[in-house]
């Protein structure tokens, strides 16, 4: 049995305001092995972000309230302290966040970015750090790095930044990458040199990777295993193979057929899912896509269990239980 690089169980993710309690992830259940990439997808709002900046102990929001065990190598991340956390995020944890044109500094060069978390976790020195510097550029793709190492955010095209983010999230041969997003507002030429370099980043290294995305060829692309959430809930796991074949959830069935597909013959327009995503102020009752789904029953008021098999593989759907076929 492959062993299991992060493990999170029961994660729970609310947010105090003053119209009500946001609930932004809802018993989160799911596991990744070393060196396998598994895709989270789903709409905006779904949860997907929040979730992982759970894992990372980024939420600080003294309205939020987390509850559930996130498990990194056998450690639970959520007792663990501020300190202790730092320790792990950069070195054993990088994330790749979604806006590169907000996600670094103005008033620092690219390199000092890289720089400073390179001595964050190890004991280099300057000239050392900007060496390694300048080789994660050029491993990224940045031409002339040596020079572009000294110049600031704003003379990086928005490619270019997201590249030196994910130069900064590899500075340390991180055993577990969470890409949030990380081909968003990029043309397609970009997106595909992208999506090799963290392939090669996987299979040199074996680092898992966690990709966030709305964008099923992403997924096709690069991940192994999708998890798909709709208002905070995983309501499908599959192999990529098997999403793609055959999707369980109503929800999944919608996102696949909004997807062109050059293997089959454009007969008319492109379905769209019906409706607005639900409020996560005041989810519906029961199955919360149930006001969107053209399958929806008298027993989709109440939550539908996750039916899986022994691979944490199935959905949370009434459709797959006898009961309501009949």
């Keep these: 049995m492959a062993e299991k690089l992060l493990e999170v169980k029961n994660?729970?993710?609310?947010?105090?305001?003053?119209?009500?309690?946001?609930?932004?992830?809802?018993?989160?259940?799911?596991?990744?092995?070393?060196?396998?990439?598994?895709?989270?997808?789903?709409?905006?709002?779904?949860?997907?972000?929040?979730?992982?900046?759970?894992v990372m102990g980024l939420i600080k929001d003294e309205n939020a309230e987390i509850t559930g065990e996130v498990f990194f190598?056998?450690?639970?991340?959520?007792?663990?302290?501020?300190?202790?956390?730092?320790?792990?995020?950069?070195?054993?944890?990088?994330?790749?966040?979604q806006d590169p044109m907000t996600a670094l500094t103005p008033v620092y060069t690219i390199?000092?970015?890289?720089?400073?978390?390179?001595?964050?976790?190890?004991?280099?020195?300057?000239?050392?750090?900007?060496?390694?510097?300048?080789?994660?550029?050029?491993?990224?793709?940045?031409?002339?790095?040596?020079?572009?190492v000294d110049q600031y955010p704003h003379e990086f095209s928005g490619g270019m930044r997201q590249r030196a983010i994910i130069a900064m999230a590899l500075s340390l041969n991180p055993k577990l990458l969470i890409a949030d997003e990380p081909t968003t507002a990029l043309d397609v030429t970009i997106q595909a040199q992208i999506l090799d370099l963290l392939e090669r980043l996987r299979k040199t290294y074996n680092s898992s990777i966690i990709i966030i995305t709305h964008?099923?060829?992403?997924?096709?692309?690069?991940?192994?295993e999708v998890l798909v959430m709709y208002a905070g809930r995983m309501v499908e796991r599959s192999t990529k193979s098997s999403l793609f074949a055959n999707p369980q959830h109503p929800y999944t069935k919608g996102l696949m057929n909004s997807v062109p597909?050059?293997?089959?013959?454009?007969?008319?327009?492109?379905?769209?899912i019906s409706g607005q995503p639900a409020s996560l102020l005041n989810l519906p009752s029961g199955c919360a896509?149930?006001?969107?789904c053209p399958s929806a029953h008298v027993a989709c008021t109440e939550q539908p269990a996750f039916i899986s098999d022994s691979n944490g593989y199935g959905a949370a759907c009434f459709l797959l239980t006898q009961g309501a076929r009949s």
């Design 11 to 54: 994660l729970c993710v609310s947010f105090k305001t003053r119209k009500g309690i946001v609930r932004a992830v809802n018993n989160l259940s799911f596991s990744i092995n070393h060196g396998e990439v598994l895709g989270i997808v789903g709409e905006s709002g779904s949860g997907k972000s929040v979730s992982m900046s759970a």
């Design 73 to 97: 190598n056998g450690e639970d991340l959520l007792k663990k302290s501020d300190e202790e956390l730092r320790a792990i995020r950069g070195k054993d944890i990088a994330m790749v966040f």
């Design 111 to 148: 390199g000092w970015h890289i720089r400073e978390q390179l001595q964050l976790h190890s004991d280099i020195s300057d000239k050392a750090a900007r060496e390694r510097a300048i080789e994660l550029l050029e491993e990224v793709g940045i031409p002339d790095p040596a020079k572009r």
């Design 215 to 224: 964008d099923m060829g992403v997924v096709s692309e690069l991940s192994s």
């Design 261 to 272: 597909r050059v293997d089959r013959a454009r007969t008319s327009r492109l379905e769209t």
């Design 289 to 292: 896509f149930r006001t969107r």
